[in-house]
C-alpha cells in the first residue's frame, strides 16, 4: 500500500508521529511532545512505526485536522480536497480561533467546542464522540479527559495538560480492547467548577415546550421530537430539553411567541455586520422618506395649482356659455371669490377665451352627447329667422289692429285696465301688459317667446318652437281670425324674399307660422290674456265675469297654458340659467325623454323644475358629469314615488305637484330607470344612459369627436410637454403655458 | 389604529405612486373628490311637501313589533350575560395572576374586552352569541389560542364542575367559541399592535384577522360614545334582520350597518334622531341613491385614520348588488309593501321578481356592473373606481 501525500500538512497519520501539525488550539500543539514521550514505552508491537501497529493499517486513514477516519483512500482523498477539510485546515493554521462566547467548554478530543455544560455532556455521550474515542484507541493515541475545556472569557487553559495526562493514563492499556476508559480527571474538577457554575448560572428556564411535538411510532413510542419553530428534529429527549433552553430555539421563541422574552446578546462578528446592514439600510429609508415626503408636498402644490386653474377654466366656461347664449339674461356674475389669486401663469389671457377640461369620464361623456345633441349654427340660424321674422310682423299686425280699432277700443279699454291694476298684484305678467300701456290701447299687447325657445333648449332637429300673444282681453276667435288674416302682408313687409304659410289652429288658440322650404320650422303663436287667469285667481268674481265672456271665446285651458308657459320661461332664466351645469343636464334629460319611452310621460316642465331644484340642493358647484349624477340619484331614491314631497310648482299659486300628470306606474317606470341608470354611470357605463359609444380616455385623443371644443383641449395644457407644440395656432399664451410646464417640471427633477 | 387597512393603502398607494403622475402626467391632475349623493332628509327645504305626508303609523307600529320580534328575551339576555361575566372573570384571573397559566401555555394577555353586538346592545333573538377580543400580549401562535382555550375552559369547568360547557375553536384560528346549553361567547384573539409587524403567516394568525379584532375594539367604543340612542339600536335591529332575509344585502357588514343607521338616524339639519320611520326609508334611500357606490363619499370609518369609506371593502359586484335591492326595496315599500320588506308577510322574492301592488307593477332591476375587459393599464381615471381589490372587512361579529 501507499499513499500519495497530497499536501504537507495533511498526512496520513502513520506519516506524522513526530510533527503533529499546528492543528488545533495552541495548547494541543504545545502537549504533542508529551504524548509522543508518554506513548513510546506503552507501544505493544514495540515496531518503530505506529501506522503498522494496529491490525489492519491499511484500512485506516486518519485525518488529525478533522479527525476523522476514512474508509479508504479514495475517500480519504476525497475527503482532503473537500471543502470542509479545508476550512478546518485554514482554521488551524490560522491559529487558535478566538472564542465566540463569554465563556465555552471544549471536547480537546473531537475539537468542538459546545456553550455549555449540557451540550458537552451531550457530547460526551454523543456517537460522534465515541467513534472518535474509539478511533483514537484504535490508533493507539491519547485520549483527553472528558472533562471540558474551558475556553474562551476565562482563558483557562491550563487543563490541557491534566488532559494529557489522563489520556496517557489511558492510551497505555491499549488501543484495541479499552472500553469506557473515559474516566474523569478528578483532579481538575474543582478547578471547572468555577466556570461550569458560570455558565449554568446562565441556563434559563426552557420555553416554548408546547412547540414541540413528539413523534411517535406505530407503537405509540416517542421516537422523535420536532420543534416547530426551528424547525428541526431529535431523538433525544436531552436533546430536547438542551434545544429548548439553547439560543436559537430563544431567539425564535422571541420572534416568533413572545417578543418579551430575554435572550442574551451574541454579538459576532456576523450579526455585527448584519446591525451595521440594518442602521445602513433604515437610514437610506429615512433617506427616502424623507425625498418622498418633498415630492408629496410639491405635488400637492401642484395639484392646488391645477385646481385653481380648473376652476379658472370653468368660470371662463361660464363667461362663454353666457355670451354664447345671448338670449338668456346674463345671470349672476360668475362665481369667482373676490380673493382668488389669478393663476399668475396666463397673465395677459382674455377672460372670454373658450377652454375646457373636463376632467371626469362622466364629464367628457356629457360634454360629448351635449354637443352631439346641440343644434347647429344653421338650425339655430333658421330658428332665429323665422321667429324675428314673426315677431316683427306681429308688432305690425298689433300696430294695424290698434289703428283700425281705436274708436271701438277706447270705449272698452279704460274699464278692463282698471280692473286689471286693481286685482292682478304679485302677477308676473302685469309688467309686460302695463309697458304696452304707455302707447294707445292695443288688442295685441306684446308677443313673448316661451318653451325651449325662451329657455335655450332648443335640440338638434327641433322645428316646433313657441310663441304667446298676450292680449288686452279674452282672446276670441275673430281676433285669431283677424290676426291670422292680416300676417301674411306684415310678413311679406318684413320678409320679402321667404314665403310663410300660416294656418289657425283653434282648438289651440294658436295660429302655426311655417316656412316653405327644405327645413320646415313652424312657430306656434298661441293667444292668450291674462284676465283668464286672473278671472281663476279670484273665484268670488269670477261668476260674474265668466258671464261676460264674448261667445267664441278661445279655449280657455289652451290660454292658461300659454300663460303658465310664460311663467315657466321667466322662471328658467331666473333661474336655472345661472345654475351650473343644469341647462346642459336638463337639455341631455330632454334628449333621453325624445330618446327612451319611459321616460317620454316625463313632462318638461317637471324635469326641469326637478333638476333646478336637485342640482341647486347640492350646495356646491357640480360638474355636467356629477350634476347629471345627482338627477339620477335623486329619483333613484324616490323622489317621483308615492310618498315623496312631489314637486311644488313655484309659479302655480296653489300648491300642485308639476309632475301630478304622471300615474304611478310611469313614476316607479321612470324610477326603475332612473336606479338601474344610475348603477350604470356609477360603474362607468354613462355611455349606455346617454345613447352613444364610449369615449376613450382623452390621453391619446386630439379632435376627432371633440372638433367644436378642439382648441378648448389644447389650451389646457393637457399632455402639453410633447404635445403642446404641435397647435402652433393658439399662440403665444400656448407657447408661453408649455414653457411653464416645462419649466416646472424641469424645477422638480432637479429637486 | 393607524396601522390597520389604512396602512396596507398607505402603502397600496406608495407603491403607485412612482409610476404614476410623473412630469408627463403633472396636468393630468385627477383629484377625485367623492360626493354625497342626493339625499332628500339633507335637502329637504327645497323639496317642500306639495301635500301632507301621510299617515305613517301603521308603518310605525309594523317597525316597532318587528324590533320586539327580534329582540332578544330577558331569558337570553340572562344566559349570555351570566357566561360573559364567568368567563370575563377567568380571563381576568389570568391577567393578574399569570403565572399558573404560563406553566402550561407561554402566552400572556394584556387585555379583554368585549366587543360587536352584546356590548352595543344590538343583539337579536335566537343568537346568543356574545364577542370577546382577548389582546395578548405575546404573538398569537395557533397554538396559544388553542391552548388558551383548553385553560379558559378548564377553569370554567373547575369552577362549576356541573355545567356541560363545549369549546369550539373558531374557523382560522380567529379564537374560540365556549357555549353552554343557552348560550355562546366568542373569544377572538388578537395581539398588541406592536406585535403586527412581527408576524410570520407560517406560525400565527392571520394579520388581517388579527387587526380585525383589534378595529372591533374600536367599532365598540366608537359605538358607546356615538350610537347609544335607542333608535339606532332599533334600526340596526332592523337592518341586520333585513340583511339577514335579503341576499341581496349579504355583503353588507355589521360595522356598515351601524355606521349606516347612526348615518341615517342622526345625520340631518336639526341633529335630533329622525324617527324610526323615516330613518328605516331612508336607510334605502341612501342605499339606492347609491351611497355605496362608487363615486359616493359614503359613509368614511370614524375608526380608522385617512378618510377609508366602509363601502370600498366591498367588491364593485357587491356594491352593485347591495344597491340594485335597496333600490328595487325602496320601490315596493313607497307602493305600501312594508310588511313583506319587513318579513311581517311574504318572503324575499319581492327584491328579486316582479310583484305588483295596487295596481302598480315593480319591476325588479338588473346588475349595471360589469366585468372591465382586459384593457391596457393607460386607462387613468380609475380613481373612483378603487374598491375591488381591498375586500377586507372587519367582521365584528
Not at chain 1, 419553530?229 to 439553547?246: I, Q, T, V
Not at chain 1, 369620464?361 to 356629457?366: E, Y
Not at chain 2, 329582540?71 to 361575566?85: D, Y
Not at chain 2, 370609518?301 to 366602509?310: H, Q, T
Amino acid at each position: 500500500y501507499t499513499f500519495e501525500f497530497h499536501t504537507a500538512t495533511a498526512l496520513p497519520v502513520y506519516m506524522q508521529q513526530t510533527s503533529q501539525p499546528a492543528a488545533t488550539v495552541a495548547a494541543v500543539k504545545t502537549t504533542g511532545n508529551t504524548w509522543q514521550t508518554f506513548k513510546k514505552p506503552g507501544t505493544m508491537q514495540g515496531k518503530t512505526q505506529k501506522p503498522k501497529a494496529p491490525p489492519k493499517p491499511q484500512q485506516l486513514h486518519y485525518c488529525d485536522v478533522c479527525k476523522i477516519s476514512c474508509a479508504g483512500p479514495q475517500t480519504y482523498r476525497e475527503h482532503l480536497e473537500g471543502q470542509k477539510h479545508k476550512k478546518k485546515e485554514a482554521a488551524a493554521k490560522a491559529g487558535p480561533t478566538p472564542s465566540r462566547h463569554g465563556a465555552s467548554l471544549r471536547c480537546e478530543l473531537c475539537d468542538v467546542t459546545c456553550t455549555g455544560a449540557d451540550a458537552y455532556a451531550a457530547h460526551i455521550r454523543g456517537a460522534k464522540h465515541q467513534k472518535v474515542v474509539k478511533l483514537h484507541q484504535k490508533l493507539g493515541k491519547p485520549i483527553p479527559s472528558t472533562d471540558p475545556v474551558v475556553v474562551g472569557g476565562t482563558t483557562k487553559t491550563s487543563t490541557t495538560t491534566a488532559g494529557a495526562t489522563v489520556g496517557a493514563k489511558t492510551t497505555t492499556s491499549g488501543a484495541a480492547a479499552t472500553t469506557g476508559t473515559l474516566t474523569a480527571a478528578d483532579g481538575k474538577k474543582d478547578d471547572l467548577k468555577d466556570d461550569l457554575l458560570d455558565l449554568k448560572e446562565k441556563d434559563v428556564e426552557p420555553v416554548g415546550q408546547e412547540y414541540i411535538e413528539e413523534i411517535k411510532n406505530e407503537e405509540g413510542k416517542v421516537i422523535s421530537f420536532n420543534c416547530k419553530l426551528c424547525e428541526c428534529r431529535f431523538n433525544d429527549p436531552n436533546a430536547k430539553e438542551m434545544h429548548m433552553k439553547g439560543r436559537r430555539h430563544r431567539l425564535q421563541y422571541k420572534k416568533k411567541v413572545n417578543p418579551e422574552l430575554v435572550v442574551e446578546v451574541k454579538p459576532s462578528l456576523r450579526q455585527r455586520k448584519v446591525q451595521e446592514e440594518k442602521l445602513r439600510r433604515q437610514q437610506l429609508r429615512e433617506e427616502m422618506w424623507r425625498r418622498r415626503e418633498e415630492e408629496r408636498l410639491l405635488e400637492e402644490e401642484e395639484r392646488w395649482y391645477w385646481e385653481e386653474r380648473r376652476r379658472y377654466e370653468e368660470e371662463c366656461e361660464y363667461l362663454d356659455w353666457c355670451r354664447r347664449y345671448p338670449r338668456g339674461p346674463p345671470g349672476p356674475p360668475p362665481m369667482m371669490p373676490p380673493g382668488m389669486p389669478r393663476p399668475p401663469f396666463m397673465p395677459g389671457m382674455p377672460p372670454m377665451m373658450p377652454m375646457r377640461r373636463p376632467d371626469s369620464s362622466d364629464d367628457r361623456h356629457v360634454l360629448a352627447k351635449h354637443a352631439e345633441i346641440y343644434p347647429k349654427e344653421e338650425e339655430l340660424g333658421a330658428i332665429q329667422k323665422i321667429v324675428s321674422n314673426t315677431e316683427k310682423a306681429l308688432k305690425m299686425v298689433s300696430d294695424y289692429l290698434a289703428e283700425v280699432d281705436a274708436p271701438k277700443e277706447q270705449q272698452v279699454k279704460p274699464k278692463a285696465k282698471k280692473e286689471k291694476e286693481d286685482d292682478s298684484k304679485g302677477e308676473d305678467d302685469k309688467k309686460d301688459g302695463e309697458k304696452k300701456e304707455d302707447g294707445p290701447p292695443r288688442m295685441l299687447k306684446g308677443v313673448m317667446r316661451v318653451g325651449i325657445l325662451a329657455k335655450g333648449l332648443l335640440l338638434r332637429g327641433d322645428t316646433n318652437v313657441q310663441l304667446v300673444v298676450l292680449c288686452g282681453d279674452k282672446p276670441t276667435r275673430t281676433l285669431l281670425d283677424r290676426v291670422a288674416d292680416n300676417l301674411p302682408k306684415q310678413l311679406a313687409v318684413v320678409a320679402m324674399e321667404d314665403k310663410y304659410d300660416i294656418q289657425r289652429v283653434v282648438e289651440e288658440a294658436a295660429l302655426v307660422v311655417q316656412n316653405i322650404g327644405e327645413q320646415r320650422i313652424s312657430v306656434n303663436v298661441t293667444l292668450t290674456s291674462p284676465i283668464m287667469r286672473e278671472q281663476l285667481l279670484h273665484d268670488g268674481d269670477s261668476q260674474v265675469i265668466a258671464a261676460k265672456d264674448p261667445p267664441d271665446v278661445l279655449d280657455k285651458q289652451k290660454c292658461l297654458d300659454a300663460l303658465a308657459a310664460l311663467r315657466h320661461a321667466k322662471w328658467f332664466q331666473a333661474r336655472a340659467n345661472g345654475l351650473q351645469s343644469c341647462v346642459m343636464v336638463i337639455r341631455i334629460l330632454r334628449d333621453l325623454c325624445q330618446r327612451v319611452p319611459t321616460w317620454g310621460p316625463l313632462n318638461s316642465w317637471a324635469m326641469e323644475l326637478m333638476c333646478e331644484k336637485v342640482i341647486a340642493s347640492a350646495g356646491q358647484h357640480l360638474s355636467p358629469g356629477d350634476a347629471l349624477r345627482r338627477v339620477f340619484e335623486a329619483l333613484a331614491s324616490g323622489l317621483l314615488l308615492p310618498g315623496s314631497p312631489g314637486l311644488l310648482d313655484p309659479c302655480e299659486k296653489d300648491p300642485i305637484d308639476a309632475a301630478s300628470p304622471l300615474s304611478a306606474q310611469e313614476r316607479e317606470d321612470i324610477t326603475a330607470s332612473a336606479q338601474h341608470a344610475l348603477r350604470l354611470i356609477a360603474f362607468r357605463q354613462i355611455h349606455k344612459v346617454l345613447g352613444m359609444d364610449p369615449i376613450p380616455p382623452p390621453k391619446f385623443q386630439r379632435g376627432g369627436r371633440f372638433t367644436r371644443k378642439r382648441r378648448r383641449d389644447n389650451s389646457t395644457g393637457e399632455g402639453n410637454d410633447s404635445e403642446g407644440e404641435l397647435d402652433g395656432g393658439d399662440g403665444k399664451k400656448d407657447k408661453k403655458e408649455d414653457g411653464e410646464d416645462s419649466k416646472m417640471d424641469m424645477d422638480k427633477e432637479t429637486k | 389604529m393607524v396601522m390597520t387597512r389604512g396602512r396596507g393603502r398607505g402603502m397600496r398607494g406608495g407603491m403607485m405612486r412612482p409610476m404614476g403622475p410623473g412630469p408627463h402626467f403633472g396636468p393630468k391632475m385627477k383629484q377625485f373628490v367623492p360626493r354625497l349623493p342626493f339625499d332628500m332628509v339633507l335637502c329637504e327645504s327645497a323639496f317642500p311637501r306639495v301635500k301632507p305626508a301621510p299617515d305613517e303609523s301603521a308603518f310605525t307600529q309594523a317597525l316597532l313589533k318587528r324590533n320586539a320580534d327580534l329582540s332578544p328575551t330577558p331569558a337570553e339576555q340572562a344566559a349570555v350575560l351570566n357566561l360573559v361575566t364567568k368567563i370575563q372573570a377567568v380571563m381576568d384571573n389570568l391577567i393578574v395572576d399569570p403565572g399558573n397559566f404560563d406553566a402550561c401555555v407561554s402566552s400572556q394577555i394584556e387585555e379583554v374586552r368585549q366587543v360587536g353586538s352584546y356590548k352595543k346592545g344590538t343583539m337579536m333573538t335566537g343568537h346568543n352569541v356574545a364577542d370577546i377580543v382577548v389582546i395578548l400580549k405575546t404573538l398569537p401562535t395557533k397554538e396559544a389560542v388553542e391552548a388558551l382555550g383548553k385553560k379558559v375552559c378548564d377553569d370554567l369547568r373547575s369552577q362549576e364542575p356541573q355545567e356541560v360547557l363545549v369549546l369550539t375553536m373558531l374557523p382560522n384560528d380567529r379564537g374560540f367559541e365556549i357555549s353552554n346549553s343557552e348560550a355562546t361567547v366568542r373569544v377572538l384573539v388578537t395581539t398588541i399592535h406592536q406585535n403586527l409587524r412581527k408576524l410570520d403567516p407560517e406560525l400565527h394568525l392571520d394579520q388581517k384577522i388579527l387587526q380585525s379584532h383589534l378595529a372591533a375594539i374600536r367599532h365598540s367604543r366608537w359605538f358607546e360614545e356615538n350610537a347609544h340612542h335607542s333608535t339606532i339600536k332599533v334600526l340596526i335591529r332592523l337592518l341586520r334582520d333585513l340583511r339577514g332575509r335579503f341576499e341581496g344585502f349579504e355583503p353588507l357588514s355589521p360595522w356598515m350597518l351601524d355606521l349606516l343607521a347612526h348615518y341615517a338616524i342622526l345625520n340631518n339639519p336639526s341633529r335630533q334622531a329622525l324617527p324610526i320611520n323615516s330613518a328605516f326609508r331612508r336607510c334605502l334611500q341612501l342605499l339606492a341613491a347609491g351611497l355605496f357606490l362608487p363615486g359616493s363619499a359614503g359613509i368614511s370609518d370614524p375608526c380608522e385614520g385617512g378618510n377609508i369609506r366602509v363601502h370600498t371593502a366591498m367588491t364593485l359586484e357587491q356594491q352593485d348588488l347591495v344597491c340594485l335591492t335597496a333600490q328595487t326595496l325602496l320601490r315596493v315599500l313607497s307602493h305600501g309593501g312594508y310588511k313583506q320588506i319587513l318579513g311581517l308577510e311574504g318572503n324575499s322574492s319581492i327584491a328579486s321578481e316582479m310583484s305588483v301592488w295596487d295596481g302598480v307593477v315593480v319591476s325588479a332591476l338588473e346588475k349595471a356592473y360589469e366585468k372591465p375587459p382586459e384593457r391596457p393599464p393607460q386607462d387613468d381615471d380609475t380613481d373612483n373606481m378603487d374598491a375591488d381589490d381591498d375586500p377586507m372587512e372587519t367582521t365584528d361579529n
